[in-house]
């Protein structure tokens, strides 16, 4: 099918090969797979879509991109196959992303095919979790998912299904983007929270450990190395990398991983941290 809907556009054309030089190595492999958010399945496939009401059009995203519908099984298995190739060749993790059910603007409600209540108890994302778990054990690949900062804070899901206890049973590794950009109501003591980026990384990561520990589901957060789009545009160098990552073992988390959409990673910064 993914070759069918235009979906298998490898950018690695030897891909076995990199898997092969990775591994020897002995560098940790994670696959980053995108979930919902398929503009390749939800045009050729328009019964599996995001759909406005009380038309046939496909709804699309201020970036033009279209969704799939999470209250459907079919999605999930399709999107649980997707890695079903690489995940024989050794990968060791995949890393779920956009794992969210897509919350529309007030003025443009959006038709799924399942009426959603305004309480966590609807959100179709444990389910699909189950499953991909289930996929994943056999091969001993573990599963992860990325999750917005304010989870870490908040008790309900925020009407996007993002509620990290129901989601902690089904997962490996939970892992909040705690870039401190996003935080745009800062959090409690930091209001202005680009200028606290250990507190922020520290504090969050903090509370989702404490939430998620019951399940075994270890917290390797995502970390920010790129400029500030939200407060003062400020460039975050070595020293703001560094607070955050030690703002992450000190919380007691596993790890972190580092996003930079232009992909040029601060040169100097990964060098190991003194710790507090």
Same mark, same amino acid.
């Given at each position: 099918?993914?070759?069918?809907?235009?979906?298998?556009?490898?950018?690695?054309?030897?891909?076995?090969?990199?898997?092969?030089?990775?591994?020897?190595?002995?560098?940790?492999?994670?696959?980053?797979?995108?979930?919902?958010?398929?503009?390749?399945?939800a045009?050729?496939?328009?019964?599996?879509?995001? @759909?406005? &009401?009380?038309?046939?059009?496909?709804?699309?995203?201020?970036?033009? /991109? =279209?969704?799939?519908?999470?209250? $459907?099984? #079919?999605?999930?298995?399709?999107?649980?196959?997707?890695?079903?190739?690489?995940?024989?060749?050794?990968?060791?993790?995949?890393?779920?992303?956009?794992?969210?059910?897509?919350?529309?603007?007030?003025?443009?409600?959006?038709?799924?095919?399942? @009426?959603? &209540?305004?309480?966590?108890?609807?959100?179709?994302?444990?389910?699909? /979790? =189950?499953?991909?778990?289930?996929? $994943?054990? #056999?091969?001993?690949?573990?599963?992860?998912?990325?999750?917005?900062?304010?989870?870490?804070?908040?008790?309900?899901?925020?009407?996007?299904?993002?509620?990290?206890?129901?989601?902690?049973?089904?997962?490996?590794?939970?892992?909040?983007?705690?870039?401190?950009?996003?935080?745009?109501?800062?959090?409690?003591?930091?209001?202005?929270?680009?200028?606290?980026?250990?507190?922020?990384?520290?504090?969050?990561?903090?509370?989702?450990?404490?939430?998620?520990?019951?399940?075994?589901?270890?917290?390797?957060?995502?970390?920010?190395?790129?400029?500030?789009?939200?407060?003062?545009?400020r460039?975050?160098?070595?020293?703001e990398?560094?607070a955050?990552?030690?703002?992450?073992?000190?919380?007691?988390?596993?790890?972190?991983?580092?996003w930079?959409?232009?992909?040029?990673?601060?040169?100097?910064?990964?060098?190991?941290?003194?710790?507090?």
């Open positions: 099918m993914a070759h069918e809907i235009g979906a298998a556009r490898p950018s690695a054309k030897d891909f076995d090969q990199v898997l092969a030089d990775l591994k020897a190595r002995d560098i940790y492999t994670i696959a980053r797979v995108v979930t919902f958010k398929d503009t390749p399945l045009k050729s496939h328009p019964e599996l879509a995001v @759909k406005i &009401p009380g038309a046939a059009e496909i709804w699309q995203d201020r970036e033009n /991109l =279209s969704w799939s519908d999470p209250f $459907l099984k #079919p999605v999930w298995i399709i999107t649980c196959r997707w890695p079903l190739k690489p995940r024989k060749k050794g990968l060791m993790r995949f890393n779920l992303t956009t794992c969210v059910f897509r919350r529309p603007a007030r003025l443009a409600p959006l038709n799924f095919r399942k @009426k959603s &209540p305004k309480t966590c108890g609807w959100q179709p994302l444990p389910g699909f /979790l =189950s499953i991909a778990r289930g996929q $994943l054990q #056999p091969f001993g690949v573990k599963l992860a998912a990325d999750t917005f900062g304010y989870t870490c804070w908040r008790q309900d899901d925020t009407l996007i299904g993002q509620d990290i206890e129901r989601m902690g049973p089904y997962l490996d590794v939970l892992s909040p983007m705690l870039y401190p950009s996003t935080f745009g109501s800062g959090i409690p003591g930091h209001k202005f929270a680009i200028a606290y980026p250990y507190e922020v990384v520290y504090e969050s990561a903090k509370r989702a450990i404490e939430r998620v520990r019951q399940f075994g589901c270890q917290v390797r957060p995502w970390i920010q190395d790129f400029q500030d789009y939200r407060f003062d545009q460039v975050y160098g070595k020293d990398i560094q955050q990552i030690r703002g992450c073992f000190d919380a007691g988390g596993t790890g972190f991983m580092v930079d959409p232009r992909v040029k990673y601060t040169a100097g910064a990964y060098a190991p941290v003194n710790r507090r």
